[in-house]
């Protein structure tokens, strides 16, 4: 009865079920989406139409609004509707992924990849299929996948990247350069793959191009704080100390609590001889991660080295002095 007085309603205000739909659309690419939700469940009641294609915007209205379970609900019924639909395993994957949960990806992206019309498989299935690789530990599926996904769309950068950094790891250096883009060649607008591109740079050595990706990066968002950090190892590797203390201390003005920043700064300052700031910094640092026992204790054993080599050098002053 509700759904024909609904019906009946809109046909008077003239509006189709489409309308819904379009608004739907629309409100969740504002981030709305309980209101994208409530208008898709109006559509539906409108239109009769009860399609996986509909059912996938609703679960991810339902990711949108951090309701895993209903999410996840959603997925698995678009699958149990069509097993065999690439669409609904690679969005079920991808939910999984999302959501750290790489074991209960793998064999949804695997299905997507096997069901997809494209002989090769599906260049976004078999993308998170590597990154689902990495997280357990199989670098050599994960590779096989970077490459075979690379071999249908070269131009995907973060696929690139990560192909090379995987490399890096297993020390063929050769091979990650081969596949690692040129900063020219990647969106300059782009901070995130600008500040990946630069920590694999970084990774190899290459700190002019590190440097040249952090400052693209700055351009666009002047508030990131490991942005800076990457700047500021630029800097360090470079013996640019004097840049490298003051981009580790930008990225500590934006996040007081950036341990791994706070911790470079500690060292440079020591590779400058300036230990009292060192030991300043070091004590921060130890602050930071109490809840981590062996990093604590060897920060500890770290600042009371200092401590000594300080008074070392301070006896070794006045010795110098009272010999004169």
Known sequence: MNALFNNLFSKLMGRGPEHYFDKAVDAFHAHQFAKALELFNTYEEL??????????????????????????????????????????????GRFYYD?????????????????????????????????????????EQAIATYEKVLSLDRNLMMVRIF????????????KAREYLPRPEEIDATDVDLNLELATTYGRLGSWPDTKTCCHRA?????????????????????HEYDKAVEHYQKALEIDPSYDIATNNLAYTFEKMDRFEDAIRIFNQYLILVKDDPQEASDVKDHIAYLVEAMENERQAQQAASDAD
Not at 218 to 238: F, H, K, P, S, W
């Open 47 to 92: 239109s009769g139409d009860g399609s996986v294609a509909l059912y996938y915007n609703k679960a991810q209205c339902y990711e949108g609004m951090e309701e895993w379970k209903e999410a996840e609900d959603t997925y698995r019924y678009c699958i149990e509707a069509v097993p065999e639909d690439p669409e609904a395993q690679y969005m079920m």
């Open 163 to 174: 192909l090379s950094n995987l490399y890096i790891r297993m020390k063929k250096l050769d």
């Open 218 to 238: 700055l351009q666009i968002d002047e508030r990131n704080a490991q942005v800076y950090n990457q700047l500021g190892l630029a800097n360090y590797c470079c």
């Open 99 to 139: 959501r750290g949960e790489p074991e209960k990806a793998l064999q949804h992206l695997v299905n997507a990849n096997a069901y997809s019309d494209q002989q090769q498989g599906d260049v976004d299935a078999l993308s998170v299929l590597g990154f689902v690789y990495e997280d357990l530990q199989d670098p």
